[in-house]
T-cell receptor, first 118, second 115 residues
Framework: GAGVSQSPRYKVAKRGQDVALRCDPI?????LFWYQQALGQGPEFLTY????????KSGLPSDRFFAERPEGSVSTLKIQRTQQEDSAVYLC????????????????FGAGSRLTVL | RKEVEQDPGPFNVPEGATVAFNCTYS??????FFWYRQDCRKEPKLLMS???SGNEDGRFTAQLNRASQYISLLIRDSKLSDSATYLC????????????????FGQGTILTVHP
């Protein structure tokens, strides 16, 4: 597609529920990132994929968070046993190349999935 | 200390004003620098890259001082449509020996331009 598409846009979960958030990056983009943005804060890095390989998951806050990109395109971020502190906007972003970002390798964000855990 | 620090503001300025935002980063090995703009309940969008020599895009001027690890953004002749959160962003990531461009964001500076 023309942009990065994320679904659902809004998700309300009861504490303890599992959720899955989907990201459809721009077609052909090698790099895919997940970020978490709490209210009033900047986005915080969660994990990075280069094609289907998860090269960095250092930002995942706990083992309840799991991400995959099995065929190197669509990615899913799964949160098990959701907690109230998981409430945030989850942003997916993609870029064409798998190298240092510069003006020629722009990172494009999706509109995000807003998760509210009650 | 946060890796990227910004004054969160808010900055409230009248139309036509000049406003400057500052940002500092902690990792001296950081490779590339950006300003992103984020409108309320929207995704961040690239405003401009920041180069060592400084660069200008219309009413926007970005400066980088690597020695001081300091980045700035100057907006001249502010418009109502400039109201947004401005995010200072630094590339300081690497994996497997190849830097892939992990971005670290500041908290963001809120700008409101009023008539």
């Amino acid at each position: 597609g023309a942009g990065v598409s994320q679904s659902p846009r809004y998700k309300v979960a009861k504490r303890g529920q599992d959720v899955a958030l989907r990201c459809d990056p721009i077609s052909g983009h090698v790099s895919l990132f997940w970020y978490q943005q709490a209210l009033g804060q900047g986005p915080e890095f969660l994990t990075y994929f280069q094609n289907e390989a998860q090269l960095d998951k250092s930002g995942l806050p706990s083992d309840r968070f799991f991400a995959e990109r099995p065929e190197g395109s669509v990615s899913t971020l799964k949160i098990q046993r959701t907690q109230q502190e998981d409430s945030a906007v989850y942003l997916c972003a993609s870029s064409l190349f798998g190298t240092v970002l510069s003006g020629a390798n722009v990172l494009t964000f999706g509109a995000g999935s807003r998760l509210t855990v009650l | 200390r946060k890796e990227v620090e910004q004054d969160p503001g808010p900055f409230n300025v009248p139309e036509g004003a000049t406003v400057a935002f500052n940002c500092t980063y902690s990792n001296s090995a950081s490779q590339s620098f950006f300003w992103y703009r984020q409108d309320c309940r929207k995704e961040p969008k690239l405003l401009m890259s920041v180069y060592s020599s400084g660069n200008e895009d219309g009413r926007f001027t970005a400066q980088l001082n690597r020695a001081s690890q300091y980045i700035s953004l100057l907006i001249r002749d502010s418009k109502l449509s400039d109201s947004a959160t401005y995010l200072c962003v630094v590339n300081m990531g690497s994996a497997g020996g190849t830097s892939y461009g992990k971005l670290t964001f500041g908290q963001g500076t809120i700008l409101t331009v009023h008539p």
